[in-house]
């Protein structure tokens, strides 16, 4: 498996090796040993997700102010533009973020830490994403940023017209409204 660092330090993208023939593929999706060592941390999976979206699509920028959920993010089907957010106020990079095409050809996953926001945009006629988290979900605990935030200035992917957001996701805050970590 592949590590590839990340302008975010903490935020860490893995490029499994795909062994295919004319029969099909096999690769290992995930490896606790190398995510660890990549990681320098331990950390242990609760809970399995799996959502499917139309293209156009964005979801984020998602995260939990208790229950902090760590996110290792991935499609197998399709192919989505996924962003991660800095959001701890005390941190050297608080407010940067970093963005990756992750698809069901390159078969990359994201690394996702507590403290960060999340997002993806849905740039293929629909995606599967699959993620793993660390804590369970907690609605009560969820906070949302505004995708397009002046403030974090991410660059989404040009999809010819605005995404489409759920009701939740249009009420997004600004970084500097928003309830964050310290």
Not at 46 to 66: F, T
Request: hydrophobic letters at 40%; charged letters at 20%.
């Amino acid at each position: 498996m592949n590590v590839i660092t990340t302008s975010l330090p903490d935020v860490i993208v893995f490029e499994p090796k795909v062994f295919g023939d004319a029969r099909g593929f096999f690769f290992e999706s995930f490896n606790q040993k190398i995510f660890e060592e990549a990681t320098g941390s331990k950390v242990e999976f609760v809970q399995d997700n799996h959502s499917k979206s139309a293209q156009g699509v964005l979801r984020g920028l998602h995260y939990q102010i208790q229950q902090t959920q760590g996110k290792l993010v991935r499609v197998v089907a399709g192919e989505v533009f996924d962003v991660a957010v800095d959001v701890r106020r005390s941190s050297p990079t608080f407010g940067q973020w970093v963005g990756e095409h992750l698809s069901s050809e390159n078969n990359k996953q994201m690394w996702v830490p507590p403290g960060f926001a999340h997002g993806f945009l849905v740039l293929s006629e629909t995606a599967e994403f699959l993620y793993k988290t660390t804590d369970f979900y907690a609605p009560v605990h969820e906070r949302c940023i505004a995708w397009n935030d002046p403030d974090i200035g991410i660059q989404w992917p040009d999809i010819g017209n605005e995404p489409l957001l759920s009701a939740k996701d249009q009420q997004g805050l600004s970084i500097n409204q928003a309830e964050l970590f310290a």
